[in-house]
């Protein structure tokens, strides 16, 4: 168990429709990243915050939104669905940033299928 | 930004013998250099890390070595048990993001 959760588990939803992700990062991690990963994509990095502010962000869709609150768990929005955001996403986390070469951990992921 | 490529995509070796899996960066600034494992339905679990002022680094049956002027690092496991059967994946870290390979399927055959 890496001290990262996610919810929910699995999920199913209708092209069009909005879903919620929600990470709890370990205890005491100020920094949470977001990874989609599908089958002919891998891992692709969406969004970096720390310490609720936004530090990096990747190849976010602009459908996709995040943030990081104040108890520092993190939401993932993603609206409009399409097909093609079925995938698995990943929430992270680490004590600082990767620029210090914080290990990542890494929770189960949340899978969504958009039909 | 960051591209890693990781080489090869499968690799299926005799339970007893070695894996070697091998990545390259672009980015010369990249400092930071993880190897994850992710086995069926689970997420990404480090394994290895290895930083830019390091050239080599080694945990039981697993080692990493990094060349920095070549732009490439590459992951060794000895003695494969068919539990190191998994996706394992290497990673390049540049400023705040973590960019990963496209992963590296490993069987293990008993």
């Known amino acids: 168990d890496s001290g990262v959760t996610q919810t929910p588990k699995h999920l199913i939803t209708a092209t069009g429709q909005r879903v919620t992700l929600r990470c709890s990062p370990r205890?005491?991690?100020?920094?949470v990243y977001w990874y989609q990963q599908s089958l002919d994509q891998g891992l692709q990095f969406l969004i970096q915050y720390y310490n609720g502010e936004e530090r990096a962000k990747g190849n976010i869709l602009e459908r996709f939104s995040a943030q990081q609150f104040p108890d520092l768990h993190s939401e993932l929005n993603l609206s409009s669905l399409e097909l093609g955001d079925s995938a698995l996403y990943f929430c992270?986390?680490?004590?600082?940033?990767?620029?210090?070469?914080?290990?990542?951990?890494f929770g189960e992921g949340s899978w969504l299928t958009v039909v | 930004g960051e591209n890693v490529e990781q080489h090869p995509s499968t690799l299926s070796v005799q339970e007893g013998d070695s894996a070697v899996i091998k990545c390259t960066y672009s980015?010369?600034?990249?400092?930071?250099f993880p190897w994850y494992k992710q086995e069926l339905g689970k997420g990404p679990q480090l394994i290895i890390d290895?930083?830019?002022?390091?050239g080599e680094k080694k945990d039981q049956r697993i080692a990493v070595t990094l060349n920095k002027t070549a732009k490439h690092f590459s992951l060794h496991i000895t003695e494969t048990q068919p539990e190191d059967s998994a996706v394992y994946f290497c990673?390049?870290?540049?400023?705040?993001?973590?960019?990963f390979g496209a992963g590296t399927t490993v069987t293990v055959r008993a």
């Open positions: 990673a390049a870290s540049l400023e705040y993001k973590l960019s």
């Open positions: 992270a986390s680490s004590a600082a940033g990767v620029y210090s070469g914080n290990t990542i951990y």
């Open positions: 290895i930083r830019s002022n390091v």
């Open positions: 980015d010369s600034a990249s400092n930071y």
């Open positions: 205890s005491g991690d100020l920094s």
